[in-house]
Each structure stands twice: as C-alpha cells, then as structure tokens.
C-alpha cells in the first residue's frame, strides 16, 4: 500500500506541478482534474449548487474516509504531498530522528475549523484561504512557477509559507495537518466514525516501537497499543515499518458506546460559539473600514465572478485562475479588496488585458467563485466599464493620432473619431466588456488616460453591432474611380 | 548583374538623383522590352487566394524573380489578432500557404513566417489558422514575442523615426516578403502593406505616441520588401483593425502584387473605398519617393479570373 501511495502521490504531484508551471496553454480534463478533485474547494463550490466535478469529488473522499480514514491526505492533497518530501528528508538525512507519539490537540482543531467555517459563512474567505492546503499549495506554487502577475506582498507571503511548511514538516511532521488544516479536521470527524481503522494486534506486538518512530502524523502510541486514527493521514508508513505483521487495517465493531462522544460535541459547541464570538468582533473591526470604500474603483473581477460579493464569498485564493490565464492579466495583491480577502486574484490591467476569445479561467476554478462561462457568453459579459481622460490623453491634448486603445478594443466601445483633424478615441461605455485591452496599451504616462473601472455586479454588455458611434471616423471616399478594366478594378 | 539587380541598382541611383519620383521605374527602363517587363503592379479579381497568386505571380515572371535556390526566405503576413479568417482580421490562411509553397519549390533553404503580434501569439498564430497553413507548406513558424529577438537599426531619412528594434531574421534572411491584409484600421485609415511592417518592429506601440503615419512612412525606408502581396479576399470595412463581427466585412476576392508598397497601398485603397489621398502615411511615403501613389504613371496588369 505505501508503495502504491508513493507512485500515486508521485504522478498526482507531477500533474499539479505542470498545472500550476503555467506552461501548458489549454488545460485539458486530465489537468482540470487537479484542482477540481481538491476536497475543501469541491465542498465550497458544492454549497452553492452541486457540479458533476465537485459531487464526485466530495463523495469519492468522503466515501474513501469513511471506509479508510484520511487517505485523501496522502494521495491527494498537495500539500501533504509537499511535506511528505520534507518528511522523507528527514529519514534520509538523519533516520535516528524518529517520531514520537504526542497527545495530539484536537480540539483546538476544531476550533481553526469552526472559525473557517464560520468566517466563510460571513463572507470572509482569508481563514480559508490561508489555510485550506490546496489553496495554500497552489498559490505558492503558481507564485513561483508560473510567471503569473503576483504582488511582492503574495510572493513574499509564500516564500515564508513554503519554508514554513518546510521546517514545519521536517521537524514536526504532519502537524499542519492535525491541527491547523480544515480539510483535516473535516476529515478527522469523518475518520472517527470510519469502517475500517489502523489497529494494532497486541498478540504479535513485540513493541518494537517501529511504527510509532515511522509515524508522521505522532498518533501511534505504541505502548498502550493505540492509535488515534483522526489525526492518521493514512500513509501506510506504520503498515511497512512492522516486520510482525501487528499493525494493519482493522474492521471496528460498531456495538460500543463511547461517551468520549458527547464530551466532543459539547466541546465543539463551546468552541464554535467563541469562534462565532471571535469572527463577529473581528467583522466589526474591519467592516468599518471595508463599509465605505476610499478607493474610487472597485477592483476588475474574472470573467464568471458574477458579483464582488459572490466572488469574495467563494474564492479562496487557490490561483488555479491565475496560472491559468494565458494572458497573465489575473493577479493577486495581497489585500486588493481589503484584510479580510486576502490574496484574491484581481484583474491587473498594468500587466496585460483579458482576451476577447478566451475563458480559460472560468474552466478551471474549483470553488465555483468563477463559474463556466462559455466564450460566446463570455464576448459580451461586462467586467467593468470604461473610463477616458481626455486632459491626460495623447490623440486629445497632444495633437498625436495615437488611438491605439480603439485599435485593441474588440468591441469598438472605443472608436475614432477626428479632433482637429487628428484621430483621437471616443468611448461609449455601454457596449465596453471591461477587458482593459485598451488601457493596457495606452501609452500615456505617468497616468492612463484610458482605464476600466470595476463593477459590484458583472452585467451583459450592448451589443456591439448595433451600436452607435457618433462622430465616428469615416475615410474619404475614392474619387475619379476609373473603370479601365470593364469595371472590375476601380484604378 | 542580372537584369533584375540593375533595375533594382538602377532605381536606388535614379531615386538617389531625385528622379524617381517622376520617373517611375516601369517608365524608365520598360519602354525597351515592352511586353516582357514585368509590369510595376498587378491586380487579380475573382478566384481563391491561391489561384490569384498565381496568376499575379506569373505576370509578375515568376517566383524565380524573386527567391532563388538557396536562400533564405522571411513570408510577414499580418496575424495581429486572435480571430478567425472570416472575420478578416488577418492575412488569408490560404494566401500565405500559397505563398510559402512557392518559396519551398523554388528551391528556399528556409522560409520564415511570423509577426509581432497585439494579442497573445499563441493563440493569434492559431485561431488565425496561419500556423497550421504555413506549416503544411513547409515554413518555420517563429514567435516574435521576445524583445532579444530584435536588433537595433537605423531608419535611414527618418523624420520621426530614426532608429528602431527590428526582428533579426528579418534584418538577416536574404529575400523579404510582405503579405499583408487589407483592412480598415481606426488609427492610421487602412492597413496595408507599409502598416504591416510594423509586425517586424519590436517597439511598434511607441510609433503611436509619437506620430503614427511619420512613423509607417520613415520605417518603409529601411528596407523595401523584394515583394508585396496584399490580400484582399475578405475585406474588413469598418471597426478595424480587429474587427467586432462579420458585418463589417466584404468578399472582395481581390489580390494586389507589386513590388512597389506605396503603389500597392494606393491600389489597394482604392479597393477597399478609400481615396489614397486621404491617407496620411501614404502621402508621406510617396513625398519621400519609397514609391509611387500614382497609379496612372505606372504600368499595371488587371487580370479577372
Ligand atoms: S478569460 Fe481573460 S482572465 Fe480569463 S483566462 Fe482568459 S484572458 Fe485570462
Ligand atoms: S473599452 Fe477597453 S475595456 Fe472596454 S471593451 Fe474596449 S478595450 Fe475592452
Ligand atoms: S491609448 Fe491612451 S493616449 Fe492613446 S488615444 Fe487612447 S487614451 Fe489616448
């Protein structure tokens, strides 16, 4: 089993690092697979209405944790696989430093997954985001891998938050996992109540004490027999270090009553209830400042954001969008919409512009913050609206034909029409997609005369055929035509 | 010398002296060989891309005129936006495997296709169709999205534009084709073949905030394409360059050939509407004698097919 775990983890590692390299143009479905198999993003997304993708995905690990307990977090999820590295070092690289069993601290688990899940319901992803280790992979690895528009702020972060997990992993093991991951703790309610249980067979036991020193995730005690299997992230390692054969997979008689049972449940209450009390506070805190915006604009969302609030309720800053955009224009800074949305992607017109004939994004987001949007759709979603500048505008204020905003604008919301006899951009705002190819070209400086400003709700756009274009350029019409040829040429 | 690189020398000492503009070449060195000089420029109507670059080929005497065994070969059709080819908004797919194939058979060590693309190249070189079509012909097909790929040149007689970042297979190959779209562009009036150079430049967006049309006829100094090939197939009228919807194009199943730029401009003008005069770049161009906007003075082949 703990080779089959290995190739899997391998492969499944390799996929979610070409996914995430930003190398592959169009990601197919074996690379879509990636961050839709992600349990905590299927889950979220299965809230707001249930896909194929996120029910299969939720149910297979569900399915597997009943039955087997948390394999998920060894077969699938980045970020165990990430520390499993770290882990496998030091084996390598010092393999008398073995683990040792620890009490373990479930139930301030549980307390990180209550404010997550509560933080989440009240619309702020930042507990999420940060935690939630899909997320947390991914965004690291897109912020180093892929080229995408990262602010200093998300690099830095994930700098600090891969070598964080580094050392974490390397001297503590799986300790992320058993008491700060959602998905884990998630997985853990779900494990104690599993089929089958790693359990050790104190008639061939010689208390070697094998599988506890192989034991990332410190819940083999080996003395007493016991294995705390909510925190086992299910790595077989223990499986692989008996040479007695005592250790294994076991089918746990239902019969018994526990009254540890009721003591957790009233714990978690007690727990959730300070975490409503917590979240509500810091809510007050910061809603005063994010209440009244100073910022004039709303920040450019994705194509499929819907609305800022659909967006900041369900994205949890994975950045699966963001490698996957060919045109690199999404971007995350580290607080665009504020402290409580972390590290959301945003559109970033200083970097590029989004394509007329592309919705890539929209393919890949596991949360359903952006949801399929197909491309004939996608051509007249608004993401914004266009504003001008004349005073800071080349064609209007510096006598220069610049226009190169109405040469890119797919829509002709911005056109040409003649100022003093020199071609200069008019805009009609209406028909505009917010793509911000044309304020991505503009070349004035140091401020744009042309920008896009966000919208809370992305709308459908006018149609661009119909529109229309007062004072539009017109070129003059040929004269003298000459019809030497029977009239087939006009010269 | 060939008959060929006399004319060509001959022109550079004529334009030199001042003369050129008033002595387009046809008239200068035509008169002698009457019939057999290949006319100043040709223009086809109804047929396939392919078939009308063939015909203007063959009235132009062939494509040894102009690449021989041996050389290498840079194709520049326009593939500046992520469109496909009904809309108009690149160079027919067809016209440049026409192209390319003529290359390959006559003998071309190796031929080049790309352009400096405003959408993504990638999915430019694609949806245009122009990847796949050039290929099938046996061209290399090459980015140009990265700025080490230019060098630095001067624009000889610049005004506006006295030197600039030219791509280096253009700069290097010895025979340079120009196959660009005729469209109606909301910045300089048309597109055509002296716009279409800008796909070889690498700082082609400064050109706008610094005098666009002074910009397009300064380039069109430094090097003169050995052949122009602008496709007017589909025609895109308004709400160019990149066009919103099929509306605003026209069948026009045309195709110009000259090896003239300002000459095939002018025709191609005409084509699409539009008074030449009323186009700023190529009024320059023709005052600064790269070519003619004449079109009575020279000698032009009308072929219906
Ligand atoms: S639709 Fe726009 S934002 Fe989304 S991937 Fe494509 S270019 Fe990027
Ligand atoms: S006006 Fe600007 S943002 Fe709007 S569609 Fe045109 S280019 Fe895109
Ligand atoms: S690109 Fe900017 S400077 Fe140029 S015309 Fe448009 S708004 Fe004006």
Redesign the pocket.
């Known amino acids: 089993m703990k080779p089959a775990r290995i190739i899997i983890s391998l492969i499944y590692g390799a996929l979610f690092a070409v996914f995430f390299s930003g190398a592959v143009h169009e990601y197919n479905a074996l690379l879509q697979f990636v961050p839709k198999s992600q349990f905590m993003p299927a889950l979220l997304k299965s809230i707001g209405g249930i896909t194929i993708a996120s029910f299969a995905a939720v149910f297979i690990t569900v399915l597997a944790a009943l039955f087997f307990g948390r394999v998920y977090c060894s077969y699938v999820c980045p970020l165990g696989i990430f520390q499993d590295f770290f882990i496998f070092l030091r084996y390598k690289f010092n393999p008398k430093n073995k683990f040792k069993y620890s009490k373990g601290y479930f139930g301030f688990h549980l307390v990180i997954l209550a404010a997550a899940v509560l933080t989440y319901a009240a619309g702020v992803v930042s507990v999420m985001a940060v935690l939630e280790p899909y997320s947390a992979a991914s965004r690291s690895a897109a912020s180093f891998l892929s080229r995408s528009a990262v602010s200093a702020g998300v690099f830095w972060y994930s700098v600090f938050f891969v070598l964080f997990m580094a050392a974490a992993a390397f001297f503590k093991g799986r300790l992320f996992c058993n008491t700060l991951c959602p998905a884990g703790a998630v997985l853990a309610l779900i494990a104690k109540k599993s089929v089958y249980k790693i359990k050790i067979d104190g008639d061939k036991c010689t208390h070697c004490n094998r599988c506890e020193a192989a034991c990332k995730a410190v819940c083999i005690d080996h003395k007493n027999l016991k294995v705390d299997f909510e925190r086992c992230v299910g790595c077989f390692n223990c499986i692989s270090a008996c040479k007695d054969d005592a250790i294994g997979y076991e089918k746990v008689s239902v019969k018994k009553k526990d009254n540890t049972k009721r003591k957790t449940i009233k714990k978690l209450a007690v727990f959730t209830a300070a975490a409503a009390g917590l979240t509500l506070f810091t809510k007050e805190i910061f809603a005063f400042k994010s209440a009244i915006p100073v910022k004039k604009s709303v920040p450019v969302l994705p194509p499929g954001a819907g609305s800022v609030h659909h967006y900041n309720s369900h994205c949890t800053a994975c950045h699966a969008c963001v490698t996957a955009c060919p045109q690199k224009v999404i971007g995350a800074n580290m607080a665009e919409f504020g402290v409580l949305k972390l590290m959301q992607p945003v559109m970033n017109y200083s970097v590029s512009?989004c394509l007329y004939g592309c919705n890539e994004c929209t393919k890949v987001c596991p949360t359903g913050a952006l949801e399929p949007v197909s491309i004939k759709e996608k051509k007249s979603v608004q993401l914004?609206?266009?504003h001008l500048i004349k005073e800071n505008c080349i064609s209007w204020s510096d006598g220069k034909p610049c226009t190169v905003?109405t040469e890119?604008?797919?829509?002709?919301?911005?056109y040409t029409v003649l100022h003093n006899n020199v071609a200069a951009p008019e805009?009609i705002p209406d028909?505009?997609?917010?793509?911000?190819?044309?304020?991505y070209v503009c070349p004035a400086v140091p401020h744009k005369a042309?920008f896009?400003d966000g919208l809370k709700k992305q709308v459908k756009a006018g149609d661009p055929v119909k529109a229309h274009r007062p004072g539009e350029w017109k070129l003059t019409p040929v004269k003298n035509e000459k019809k030497s040829s029977g009239g087939d040429f006009p010269f | 010398m060939n008959r060929r690189e006399f004319i060509k020398k001959s022109i550079q000492a004529a334009a030199a002296a001042g003369a050129y503009t008033m002595l387009p070449a046809s008239k200068l060195f035509g008169a002698a060989a009457e019939g057999k000089t290949p006319p100043h420029l040709v223009a086809v109507k109804n047929s396939t891309p392919a078939k009308m670059y063939a015909a203007a080929l063959a009235a132009m005497g062939g494509i040894s005129q102009f690449v021989r065994r041996g050389q290498t070969v840079v194709v520049k059709p326009n593939i500046g936006w992520d469109v496909t080819p009904e809309l108009g908004g690149n160079t027919n797919p067809q016209l440049v495997e026409a192209v390319v194939k003529s290359c390959v058979d006559a003998g071309a060590k190796k031929v080049y296709v790309f352009d400096h693309t405003c959408d993504n190249w990638k999915k430019t070189y694609k949806t245009s169709g122009i990847e796949d079509a050039a290929k099938k012909a046996g061209a290399l097909v090459v980015s140009a999205a990265s700025e080490s790929d230019y060098v630095n040149v001067k624009v000889p007689g610049g005004k506006t534009l006295k030197e600039t970042k030219v791509h280096k297979l253009a700069v290097e190959s010895d025979v340079f084709i120009n196959v660009p779209v005729l469209k109606n562009h909301g910045s300089s009036g048309l597109t055509i073949a002296m716009k279409n150079l800008m796909g070889i430049v690498w700082n082609r967006w400064s050109w706008h905030a610094t005098g666009l049309h002074q910009c397009i006829a300064d380039f069109a100094a430094y090097r003169k394409p050995d052949l122009n090939i602008v496709d007017c197939y589909r025609v895109m009228k308004a709400n160019g360059p990149r066009g919103v919807s099929k509306e605003d194009v026209v069948l026009m199943k045309t195709l110009i050939m000259s090896k003239d730029m300002v000459a095939a401009d002018a025709a191609s003008a005409k084509i699409a509407g539009a008074d030449p005069e009323g186009i700023e770049y190529i009024k320059i161009a023709d005052a600064k004698g790269i070519g003619t906007m004449n079109l009575d003075s020279i000698n032009i082949r009308r072929i219906t097919l």
């Open positions: 512009y914004g609206r266009v905003c890119h604008c797919p829509t002709k919301a911005v805009i028909i505009c997609i917010g793509c911000g190819a044309c304020e042309i896009v």
